[in-house]
């Protein structure tokens, strides 16, 4: 059997007819199959992957994806930083995920745009994550500028299992996951807890995580239907980012804070609904998101009394679906599969603030605003089988997206509309049976918060501002080779490039707009897996991207673009029973300043597992930050004041560490 096809999920892919689905099963990660993919750049994670790779968050499972890195500023239960392909994605804008049906990126988030918070996915539930590095497929659309990552639930679990986790720092972790046949369906459920206090000097991080997932799936000769769900809530005491002058001063170490009172409390409950036929597919989803932060990154610059502590909140439904239908027909001697599809989404956001705080207590309000936004969505795809060796995809896509602002400051209300028409094409030719070269071209967009298209005054110095467009148009290609070699060697290549007309974003921080420049970014990236044997493998990729603003002065580099970003592993099942994998992970210097004056060190760190497993139990062993590294998980070069310091403030490098060597020990009882 091919190596990357060993059992352990299972994962539908339709070739040529659409009437035809032949399954497939995937070991760990691998990119699609020769003549499988629309691009160089895309691929599968599979369940294996998942539950041997050393992490620190659940949410690292990003960090999957050759060339992203995920990293964090603040406490467990904030979303993630990322990057990839030159793009400093904050918490997520410009990269779409999704999972079940339902997107996950927020629009006018309280805390920023896109926001992408993975806090709520169970990792033991997840069957396959498909990804897909740049926008050339119609069903990207909103965030999906430098690419897209699609969770899929699993229906049929491998087995049923009780995890507990214990680590250092009072870690403690407990998964439940069960499934049971009812009638001609299977349900599945699973709960995940968790609390952490953390490695920091001043403040306890007091996690305290909680999900639950409940899932319906049917498999009839008429098509699939599952129904899920989802419930999410935790709260947490935050270390944010902290200045290196505070450190060398020795007013606090690098584990220590400046304000205690930081952190969060979040929570996300969903019902969605699948239903797949030989031809139709039709999802639905309804989903409750509240979100309440306190945040302090400047101290004392703002307001020399009461400090500058911040409380962002949240608290929205969104609802929406998707119909799409796949038809073949055939011009001529050419065969031709076609996908048309429609999209719907409302966001109803309650309430969206930004308020001034002193210890989690009321100061004043920045400003409060209800959001209404609602997007529409058509598009075709045309994929043309031209000859044995030469495919080809044509696509088109609409997008339609509407909002209503209600402020707390009627100068600040409005409606905003905007609409977007982008197209898509790729070229795949496979030169043997084992290598194949593609050409891609694609548009895409980000949209923009809906307050920074209705403001006219700046909350804070009440001034006039101008607004942002709705939507923001990017454009993009890629050419590149993949070879597979289904006995050992697995090879991808892809030269990209990727323009952006704005940058321009709605800044959740302070509460305003703040407009840049238009941006290009080009790269190369390189994916290599090696299977020495069945029982040892390795692996690498790297990728390498030059980023700058579309300016003509010399303050063009795109502050927090990271131009490196490399990992490599190694997976050895060294005795039938025990299985063990080494990870190194390096992030290079990212760009601090749009002069390129200052960048941040370099972060490399090391991780490592070692699992020993019988037919009804599992035993681990994580090792994570294996050396004890002390490089920074993040970096900002900003303006802050300490106590006494200057009024102006002092510009200093502002970092969060990322966490000391810590070990952490899982038993695992499978049914």
């Keep these: 059997m091919n190596k990357l096809c060993i059992s352990v999920v299972t994962f539908c892919c339709s070739f040529n007819a659409f009437a035809n689905i032949e399954k497939i099963t995937v070991y760990g990660h691998r990119t699609g199959l ?39 500023h603040s406490g467990s239960g904030k979303a993630n930083q990322y990057f990839i392909r030159g793009f400093n994605l904050d918490h997520g804008t410009d990269f779409a995920t999704n999972i079940d049906g339902m997107p996950i990126n927020m629009r006018s988030h309280g805390h920023g745009q896109g926001y992408t918070d993975l806090n709520f996915i169970i990792p033991e539930t997840i069957a396959t994550v498909s990804y897909q590095k ?25 087995h049923d299992q009780l995890t507990i986790t214990v680590g250092e720092d009072n870690f403690y972790r407990g998964v439940a996951l069960g499934s049971t046949s009812i009638g001609s369906g299977k349900l599945v459920g699973a709960t995940e807890w968790q609390v952490y206090d953390g490695p920091w000097q001043d403040i306890n991080e007091d996690v305290n995580k909680k999900n639950a997932l409940l899932r319906y799936s049917r498999d009839s000769e008429q098509g699939n239907l599952s129904i899920t769900a989802m419930a999410y809530d935790n709260s947490w005491n935050s270390a944010d980012q902290i200045p290196q002058r505070a450190i060398e001063q020795g007013i606090i170490s690098e584990l220590g804070s400046l304000d205690k009172t930081l952190g969060g409390e979040s929570s996300r409950y969903s019902l969605s609904t ?46 929406g679906g998707t119909l799409s239908y796949q038809f073949t027909a055939n011009v001529g001697d050419i065969p031709v599969n076609h996908t048309v599809g429609t999209e719907l989404r409302h966001d109803n956001v309650n309430k969206v603030g930004l308020y001034n705080t002193q210890a989690r207590k009321y100061l004043s309000t920045v400003r409060q605003d209800s959001v209404k936004e609602t997007s529409y969505t058509a598009y ?45 094409a790729s070229l795949t030719y496979l030169f043997t049976d084992n290598l194949a070269g ?66 321009l974003l709605f800044v959740g921080d302070a ?36 980023s700058r603003l579309d300016i003509s002065n010399n303050n063009n580099r795109i502050e927090g673009a990271v131009p490196v970003v490399a990992s490599a592993g190694i997976s050895w099942q060294f005795a039938q029973q025990w299985q063990s994998s080494l990870r190194l992970r390096h992030i290079g210097k990212r760009m601090l300043s749009d002069d390129g004056s200052k960048r941040s060190e370099p972060l490399t760190v090391v991780n490592g597992l070692v699992s020993y497993q019988q037919t009804h139990w599992k035993a681990e062993l994580e090792l994570l930050n294996l050396f004890d590294s002390n490089d920074h998980d993040i970096d900002y070069y900003y303006s802050s004041r300490l106590a006494g310091e200057p009024t102006e403030g002092v510009e200093d490098n502002h970092f969060h560490p990322i966490e000391p060597r810590t070990v952490r020990l899982s038993m695992s009882f499978l049914f």
């Design 274 to 319: 699948n239903w797949q036929g030989q031809n139709l597919s039709v999802s639905a989803y309804l989903i409750d998101y509240e979100l309440n932060l306190y945040s302090n990154f400047s101290y004392f610059l703002n307001d020399p009394i009461n400090g500058d502590q911040f409380n962002q909140r949240d608290n929205r439904t969104i609802s």
């Design 34 to 72: 020769i003549g499988e993919s629309i691009s160089a750049s895309s691929g599968i994670i599979g369940q294996g992957e998942i539950e041997n790779r050393p992490m620190l968050r659940s949410t690292e499972l990003l960090e999957l994806i050759p060339g992203m890195a995920v990293t964090q």
């Design 134 to 158: 740049g926008s050339y497929d119609v069903r990207q659309g909103d965030f999906s500028t430098a690419g897209s990552a699609y969770f899929h639930l699993s229906d049929n679990p491998k």
């Design 438 to 503: 593609y050409a891609n071209w694609g548009q895409s967009f980000h949209s923009n918060d809906a307050r920074g298209a209705t403001i006219a005054q700046d909350p804070v110095t009440l001034e006039a501002t101008n607004t942002v467009d709705l939507l923001v148009k990017s454009n993009g290609a890629e050419l590149g080779l993949r070879y597979f070699d289904e006995q050992q060697f697995n090879f991808s290549a892809a030269l990209w490039w990727l323009e952006l007309d704005s940058e």
């Design 380 to 424: 075709w795809q045309t994929q043309l089988h031209l000859s044995q060796q030469l495919e080809a995809t044509l696509g088109v896509r609409y997008d339609y997206l509407d909002a209503h602002v209600d402020s707390d400051n009627s100068l600040n209300s409005g409606d905003a509309d905007d609409d977007l028409l982008g197209f898509k």
């Design 511 to 546: 509460g305003n707009t703040e407009a840049s420049d238009a941006s290009q970014r080009y790269g190369i990236e390189l994916s290599a897996y090696y299977w020495l044997s069945d029982t040892l493998s390795l692996d690498a990729e790297a990728s390498f991207t030059h």
